[in-house]
T-cell receptor, first 112, second 114 residues
Framework: ETGVTQSPTHLIKTRGQQVTLRCSSQ?????VSWYQQALGQGPQFIFQ???????GRGNFPPRFSGLQFPNYSSELNVNALELDDSALYLC???????????FGQGTRLTVV | QQQVKQSPQSLIVQKGGISIINCAYE??????FPWYQQFPGKGPALLIA?????SEKKEGRFTISFNKSAKQFSLHIMDSQPGDSATYFC?????????????FGRGTSLIVHP
């Protein structure tokens, strides 16, 4: 059984650019959630996908968007990057929407 | 509005001592309270969790104490070890409401000196 894997591990982008982060969910899990963790803060919920449909969204602007694929892997897309988007982006997968989530190691995004 | 308040922000303990981290929540709909441990460069990992129908849960050296009337819960790490040095997050969720989406505290950086 493989855990949650994210790619890339580190990324540097310029303000105004677009970025795509990827997540492979744990085997058997059909739900993926994305979180933003700023330095020295707890993770903040961005959105959740269940069986390819968005199943909840936190207080993030529309330039944060996502996808979930038939194999339940997922992407997080951020357009028009701002300096404040610099953070650790965490993906978590769970067996279904109301069960415990398991986190990947995260993608460290730096916007310069 | 911070729905889960965590203190202290940082904690230094000697090896063998007791580490105590406190959290308070506001939303009475929360019915699941996990604690996560995060090492540098890693994602958070579930450490221990409690539901409000019990006042205490113990797993090895880790104990959660829960006070439903005060809307507070705490993590106690007994016989703290240098390997326990990490950031700890309390969280709260209401999976019974449909989705497991924990609201996290701001974290406590624990350093255990040998």
């Amino acid at each position: 059984e493989t855990g949650v894997t994210q790619s890339p591990t580190h990324l540097i982008k310029t303000r105004g650019q677009q970025v795509t982060l990827r997540c492979s969910s744990q085997s058997g899990h059909n739900t993926v959630s994305w979180y933003q963790q700023a330095l020295g803060q707890g993770p903040q919920f961005i959105f959740q996908y269940y069986r390819e449909e968005e199943n909840g969204r936190g207080n993030f602007p529309p330039r944060f968007s996502g996808l979930q694929f038939p194999n339940y892997s997922s992407e997080l897309n951020v357009n028009a990057l701002e300096l404040d988007d610099s953070a650790l982006y965490l993906c978590a997968s769970s067996w279904t929407v109301n069960t415990e989530a398991f986190f990947g190691q995260g993608t460290r995004l730096t916007v310069v | 509005q911070q729905q889960v308040k965590q203190s202290p922000q940082s904690l230094i303990v000697q090896k063998g001592g007791i580490s105590i981290i406190n959290c308070a929540y506001e939303n009475t709909a929360f019915d699941y309270f996990p604690w996560y441990q995060q090492f540098p460069g890693k994602g958070p990992a579930l450490l221990i969790a409690i539901r409000p129908d019990v006042s205490e849960k113990k797993e090895g050296r880790f104990t959660i104490s829960f006070n439903k009337s005060a809307k507070q819960f705490s993590l106690h790490i007994m016989d703290s070890q240098p390997g326990d040095s990490a950031t700890y997050f309390c969280a709260a969720s209401s999976p019974g409401g449909g989705s497991y989406i924990p609201t996290f505290g701001r974290g406590t950086s624990l350093i255990v000196h040998p």
